[in-house]
């Protein structure tokens, strides 16, 4: 069961347009909603965070909407740069106890054209 | 500051072989470890995860197994690999009640064809 879904494997976008990436949940028990990027051949690193008590969290040219009643996350990227071509993915964090897990969404592959 | 380390970074063994893939952090104590696989045009999928030494959780029935057999160090292994045991490994690891959703650290990843 996946529980964390992001629907479009890929998406291109003209550099300095904006980019948006969708991620849909099932699990109501999520409090906190991440995304991290990925380049080849390398670990994922940390983009932003939303907590499920807020519906949007903005980083510089990054911002995260959350809609709760819908079950919906999208990262907005604006302006798009080459350097944001990447893998991204959207991962939902359940925590009991102190201890915590991430599952992660399959990934969107963002291509920015120059 | 902390690191994670986390060799080889790539890997080619033949099937039924044995697998042995080694984590470690530094510069904290009592982390939370985790280990993620990546299959060709998959997501990430959560394997194992510990809170403690000699604890794992084991998230997918499979051939692999986990052990912590130090605070800082986190082992991936199987006694047979077999073909669909492909994939890019990553390990992370998180401290433990952070209330920040900051979520995880990753390793540089392992990449371990099966042949």
């Known amino acids: 069961d996946q529980q964390v879904k992001q629907n479009s494997p890929s998406l291109s976008v003209q550099e300095g347009r904006i980019s948006i990436l969708n991620c849909d949940y099932t699990?109501?028990?999520?409090?906190?909603f991440l995304w991290y990027k990925k380049y080849p051949a390398e670990g994922p690193t940390f983009l932003i965070s939303?907590?499920?008590?807020?519906d949007k969290n903005e980083d510089g040219r990054f911002t995260v909407f959350l809609n709760k009643s819908a079950k919906h996350l999208s990262l907005h990227i604006v302006p798009s740069q080459p350097g944001d071509s990447a893998v991204y993915f959207c991962?939902?964090?359940?925590?009991?106890?102190?201890?915590?897990?991430?599952?992660f969404g399959t990934g969107t592959r963002l291509t920015i054209i120059p | 500051s902390q690191t994670i380390h986390q060799w080889p970074a790539t890997l080619v063994q033949p099937v039924g072989s044995p697998l042995s893939l080694e984590c470690t952090v530094e510069?904290?104590?009592?982390?939370?470890l985790y280990w993620y696989r990546q299959a060709a045009g998959r997501g990430l999928q959560l394997l194992f995860y510990?809170?403690?030494?000699?604890?794992i959780s084991s998230e997918v029935p499979q051939n692999l197994s986990a052990s912590r057999p130090q605070d800082r160090q986190f082992i991936l292994s199987s006694k047979k690999l077999l073909l669909s045991d492909s994939g890019f490994y990553l390990c992370?690891?998180?401290?433990?009640?952070?209330?920040?959703?900051?979520?995880?650290?990753f390793g540089s990843g392992t990449r371990l064809t099966v042949v």
């Open positions: 992370a690891w998180t401290r433990a009640g952070t209330g920040k959703g900051y979520g995880y650290t």
């Open positions: 699990n109501s028990m999520f409090d906190y």
């Open positions: 939303i907590s499920s008590i807020k």
């Open positions: 991962a939902a964090r359940v925590a009991n106890f102190g201890n915590e897990k991430l599952t």
């Open positions: 510069g904290t104590s009592n982390p939370n």
């Open positions: 510990s809170v403690g030494i000699g604890q």
